[in-house]
């Protein structure tokens, strides 16, 4: 996206913290190079990687909250502006984000600095940021950065695309209701292939962290569960 749909205002110093939500089962490069560069383009103060605990959309996770936990853990100890934040973890139930970022923004409420929250998607979930829970409100809490291949087309004409026409910017000039997309290194690589790879029993090198690899040996997980 060359221009913005809406008008961009003059940017106001504010703190970014990027939110990074998914199951992470397992984590893998596909979810962090990405979330590396988004950092980088936009000088997000952090990103919190959120896993969540019983996801809506989907199944339910291979292995325990804990594991995932652990494991997301060791991908991101050599990036001090990456971080584990347990609150979908801790709340329990079905994990919304609208209940997560409303958590979120009462956290930083009493913070000196003004501070904004960036959720992190790819184009994939924003085709379907319409079907979300509460919507609107999400985008009354925070901002949202759309990740996309360069010049991969982005959803303009149904209707995550309309909501992304009225709200787009360049850059951000609020603390909610902006979307930025964000082109990045995205990889052809889905959590639900490496369960499938290990299942199997092939490699999955060059795929993920070598420490999650070493984890997932150590504790032999995804042997009995394929995909899905």
């Keep these: 996206m ?21 199951t992470f089962d397992p984590i893998h490069y596909g979810h962090l190079r ?16 959120v896993p969540c605990y019983q996801p809506v959309h989907r199944g339910q996770p291979s292995v325990s909250a804990v594991q995932r936990c652990e494991m997301i853990e060791l991908a991101i100890a050599g990036q001090p502006s990456f971080c ?7 709340r329990g139930g079905p994990s919304y984000m609208v209940d997560t970022l409303a958590a979120l923004k009462q956290r930083y409420a009493d913070s000196e600095e003004s501070t904004a929250l960036v ?22 809490l925070a901002n949202i950065a759309v990740t996309h291949r ?46 499938n790879y290990l299942h199997q029993g092939q490699s999955v090198d060059y795929l993920m962290p070598p420490s999650v690899i070493d984890y997932i040996q150590q504790h032999q997980l995804y042997r009995d569960a394929k995909g899905n």
């Excluded at 979330?35 to 990103?47: G, I, K, P, R």
């Excluded at 085709?127 to 979300?132: L, S, V």
């Excluded at 919507?135 to 009354?140: A, D, G, H, K, S």
């Design 34 to 49: 990405p979330a590396l560069e988004v950092q980088q383009s936009l000088d997000l103060e952090q990103v919190r990687f």
């Design 119 to 140: 959720l992190i998607m790819g184009t994939d979930a924003f085709a379907n940021f319409h079907k979300w829970h509460n919507w609107q409100e999400i985008l009354r």
């Design 2 to 22: 060359t221009a913005p749909f809406a008008s961009d205002e003059s940017p106001t110093a504010m703190r970014l913290i990027g939110i990074n939500g998914g």
């Design 84 to 90: 584990l934040d347990t609150i979908e973890i801790d």
């Design 150 to 195: 360069p010049g991969e087309a982005l959803p303009l004409y149904c209707q995550a695309g309309q909501i992304l026409r009225a709200h787009h910017v360049r850059r951000f000039s609020q603390c909610c209701e902006q979307i930025v997309d964000v082109p990045v290194t995205q990889l052809d690589l889905s959590a639900t292939a490496l369960r």
